[in-house]
């Protein structure tokens, strides 16, 4: 089974532009959430769909976005950069069928922005 | 608030030797714990999760309630162990809350 696929693994953007970060989920997995992955803040929730519909969100401003799509890939959206946006960004899939349903992450996306 | 703590940035434990990773939580409802754990140049990846009770690569961790713990062990830690070790909180359907990680060093 192949695992939780994202795309691209690097970006480089400048301050003020937008991002679009692209996830495809385990085969048969309905839940996809997005995490920010830095040095100092560690890994924040930014938000989980389930079946295209957003269930879950975290503590970020509303230029962090995401979709999710009939065949469950998600993307991720962030508009108006600025420079603590640099991270690594991580999705994970699961069943999300459960709370004890475990998250498979991909190998995520570093983002720099400049 | 939810919260996962670890207080340990690093640990540095001799091949062989017994490794304890703290994990400690709060939360006023029932948790559902986890470890994580990433290799290097690897994914994150499940280790184990309280719910099965189970030991996977000699690791096992017991929920404490009282103490609100889910501190990880093993006996005898091996070379390959090296990795950094996150302990997971999941409050309600998949929004989990990470610890800052540990990363566990075991010296030949």
């Known amino acids: 089974k192949a695992g939780v696929t994202q795309t691209p693994r690097y970006l480089i953007k400048t301050r003020g532009q937008q991002v679009t970060l692209s996830c495809s989920p385990i085969?048969?997995?309905?839940?996809v959430s997005w995490y920010q992955q830095t040095p100092g803040q560690g890994l924040q929730f930014l938000f989980e769909?389930?079946?295209?519909?957003?269930?879950n969100k975290g503590n970020f401003p509303g230029r962090f976005s995401g979709r999710q799509f009939s065949n469950s890939r998600s993307e991720m959206n962030v508009s108006t950069l600025e420079l603590g946006d640099s991270a690594l960004y991580l999705c994970?899939?699961?069943?999300?069928?459960?709370?004890?349903?475990?998250?498979?992450f991909g190998n995520g996306t570093r983002l720099t922005v400049t | 608030a939810q919260r996962v703590t670890q207080p340990e940035k690093l640990l540095s434990v001799f091949k062989g030797a017994p490794v304890e990773l703290k994990c400690n939580y709060s939360?006023?409802?029932?948790?559902?714990l986890f470890w994580y754990v990433q290799y290097s140049r690897q994914r994150l990846q499940l280790l184990l999760r309280?719910?099965s009770r189970e030991s996977i690569k000699g690791f096992t961790a017991d929920l404490n309630k009282g103490e609100t713990s889910f501190h990880l062990k093993k006996p005898f830690a091996q070379e390959e162990d090296s990795a950094m070790y996150y302990c997971?909180?999941?409050?309600?359907?998949?929004?989990?809350?990470f610890g800052s990680g540990t990363k566990l060093n075991v010296k030949p």
């Open positions: 997971a909180l999941s409050t309600n359907f998949n929004k989990f809350y």
């Open positions: 769909y389930f079946s295209e519909t957003q269930r």
């Open positions: 085969s048969g997995h309905r839940s």
């Open positions: 309280h719910i």
């Open positions: 994970a899939s699961s069943l999300g069928t459960g709370r004890s349903s475990p998250l498979h």
């Open positions: 939360y006023s409802g029932s948790p559902e």
